[in-house]
T-cell receptor
Framework: NAGVTQTPKFQVLKTGQSMTLQCAQD?????MSWYRQDPGMGLRLIHY???????DQGEVPNGYNVSRSTTEDFPLRLLSAAPSQTSVYFC???????????FGPGTRLTVT | QQQVKQSPQSLIVQKGGISIINCAYE??????FPWYQQFPGKGPALLIA?????SEKKEGRFTISFNKSAKQFSLHIMDSQPGDSATYFC???????????FGSGTKLNVKP
């Protein structure tokens, strides 16, 4: 099993550009989530999904869109990037009824 | 407003010493308290976790102490080793394990 994979590892965007951060898991986990990690702030939940077709907002959802068309994939979209979205983004998944979240390796995004 | 407050921000401990990291929360709806360990360039990984009906949980050199009335919990690392040098995050979980709130992190450096 590859676990949770994220692409790209690094990305530089200009203000106003759009992009999609990819996340996939091969563990058949129903629950998937996106976090951003900023110095001194820990990890903050952006959006999460409890299954295909079901998504909900976390702590800091503004500026980000998600959809979940398959169990395996949970992409995060930035429609118009802003410098405040410069961060490290982590995707995670969890088995339904389980408590342990498995994190991907992260995507480091810089918006200039 | 951060839901979980973590201290200290950084910690230097000699090899063989005890590392102690503290967290506090306000929301009594939280019902699961995990600790995560993160090495540079990697995603966080679950280290140990506790439910609020238990005051202490020990796994090897790692112990969580939980004080429900004070709404505080702490991680103790006994016989700290250089390999324990990492960033540690506490978290509090609610909403049927759908929402994880992380502390701001503690960077631990164990000196040989």
């Amino acid at each position: 099993n590859a676990g949770v994979t994220q692409t790209p590892k690094f990305q530089v965007l200009k203000t106003g550009q759009s992009m999609t951060l990819q996340c996939a898991q091969d563990m058949n986990h129903e629950y998937m989530s996106w976090y951003r990690q900023d110095p001194g702030m820990g990890l903050r939940l952006i959006h999460y999904s409890v299954g295909a077709g079901i998504t909900d907002q976390g702590e800091v959802p503004n500026g980000y869109n998600v959809s979940r068309s398959t169990t395996e994939d949970f992409p995060l979209r930035l429609l118009s990037a802003a410098p405040s979205q410069t961060s490290v983004y982590f995707c995670a998944s969890r088995q339904t009824g389980g408590r342990e979240q498995y994190f991907g390796p992260g995507t480091r995004l810089t918006v200039t | 407003q951060q839901q979980v407050k973590q201290s200290p921000q950084s910690l230097i401990v000699q090899k063989g010493g005890i590392s102690i990291i503290n967290c506090a929360y306000e929301n009594t709806a939280f019902d699961y308290f995990p600790w995560y360990q993160q090495f540079p360039g990697k995603g966080p990984a679950l280290l140990i976790a506790i439910r609020p009906d238990v005051s202490e949980k020990k796994e090897g050199r790692f112990t969580i102490s939980f004080n429900k009335s004070a709404k505080q919990f702490s991680l103790h690392i006994m016989d700290s080793q250089p390999g324990d040098s990492a960033t540690y995050f506490c978290a509090a979980v609610s909403d049927n394990f759908n929402k994880f709130y992380f502390g701001s992190g503690t960077k631990l450096n164990v000196k040989p």
